[in-house]
């Protein structure tokens, strides 16, 4: 079982930057990949950023590469986002993703999720 649970949304406006955490427990956080995903009112969770297990390798959506930068610290068992230039289309809650076995780049890849935090950029 792994539990997770994610901080640093809130309100900002549009080229402001926010970072958000991930902080994990329950398992052993540092032999997964994790992963960030998003979901607007209306729509379907989306893919945000992905890395492996290791950090080395990172996976991006063409909306947000170049802006968002997602990294992982294995001693703290917390995976971030750096979320900068933000836009008003950024506007969703963020929800943090473990997969046990697969890199999370679809929701149906991700074993556990977070309760997701809140971030709104404002024109």
């Known amino acids: 079982q792994v539990q997770l649970v994610e901080s640093g949304g809130g309100l900002v406006q549009a080229g402001g930057s926010l970072r958000l955490s991930c902080a994990a427990s329950?398992?052993?956080?540092?032999?997964?990949?994790m992963g960030w995903f998003r979901q607007a009112p209306g729509k379907e969770r989306e893919f945000v950023a992905a890395l492996t297990w290791s950090g080395g390798n990172t996976y991006y959506s063409n909306s947000v590469k170049g802006r968002f930068t997602i990294s992982r610290d294995n001693v703290k068992n917390t995976v971030y986002l750096q979320m900068n230039s933000l836009k008003p289309e950024d506007t969703a809650v963020y929800y943090c993703a473990v997969s046990l076995s697969r890199i999370p780049v679809i929701p149906s890849y991700s074993d556990y999720w977070g309760q997701g935090t809140q971030v709104t950029v404002s024109s």
């Open positions: 329950g398992r052993t956080f540092s032999s997964y990949a």
